[in-house]
């Protein structure tokens, strides 16, 4: 069973405009970490934010704002005010602290591309 | 500071042959990970070294697969009598290592490696 799941497979939004990229997770752990990437077209993976599931509180940084929810078992990423730069293709991914699983599960990732 | 290097950045090579790719961590970092990403499987975990201890082998899709880490540094994940199958861009990361997979996975370019 998928442990992450991004529904959005692409998203394109015309500059300036709000997205909102969705992330899904399954655990039965009670202790894990949620964490999102960037990948923009030249390759690399770059962190943005990593949040334990004791911390529902919502982050925000700049334009960037996460909300977790555990209700709901998602961890969704919303850009304000969407700029170019933003093209990229964004993972999710889950990391248990209990289950003796040393990797990250990544979900198969949203491309998007803000159209200027 | 330095992040995660990589290289070669690209590798071209004949099915049959074997190749090396090679991981230079952040220093300090005592967790070091390899995932394959590719068109049908998105990232897949590979192997995972933590200072002296034993790998985590278990990503490793099949015996021609191979990686060390000397001195709890530089890692070289070696693929034997390459596959047409084995064409992917190899993501080496690392982290502190101080709470297993739950720390931030730092990654680096990546290695494209495609065979003929």
């Known amino acids: 069973a998928q442990k992450v799941t991004q529904a959005q497979t692409e998203i394109s939004v015309v500059e300036k405009e709000d997205v909102t990229l969705d992330c899904v997770y399954e655990t039965r752990d009670t202790t894990y970490y949620l964490f999102w990437y960037k990948q923009p077209p030249s390759g690399e993976l770059v962190f943005l934010i990593r949040?334990?599931?004791?911390?529902?509180q919502n982050e925000i940084s700049g334009r960037y704002s996460w909300n977790f929810q555990k209700s709901t078992s998602s961890f969704n990423f919303t850009i304000t005010a969407s700029q170019v730069v933003d093209s990229a293709v964004y993972f999710c991914a889950l990391s248990e602290a209990g289950t003796g699983a040393n990797n990250l599960f990544f979900g198969t990732g949203t491309r998007l591309t803000v159209i200027p | 500071g330095a992040g995660v290097s990589q290289s070669p950045s690209n590798k071209v090579t004949e099915k049959g042959k074997d190749v090396e790719l090679r991981c230079d961590p952040i220093s300090g970092h005592t967790a070091l990970y390899w995932y394959r990403q590719s068109l049908g499987q998105g990232l897949e975990f590979l192997i995972y070294f933590q200072g002296n201890s034993a790998p985590d082998k278990s990503g490793l899709p099949s015996d021609r697969f191979s990686a060390e880490r000397t001195g709890g540094s530089v890692s070289t994940l070696t693929i034997q009598r390459t596959q047409q199958e084995d064409s992917a861009v190899y993501l080496c990361?690392?982290?502190?290592?101080?709470?297993?997979?739950?720390?931030?996975?730092?990654f680096g370019p990546g290695t494209r490696l495609t065979v003929l």
């Open positions: 949040r334990n599931s004791f911390d529902e």
């Open positions: 990361a690392s982290s502190l290592g101080t709470r297993g997979a739950t720390d931030t996975q730092y």
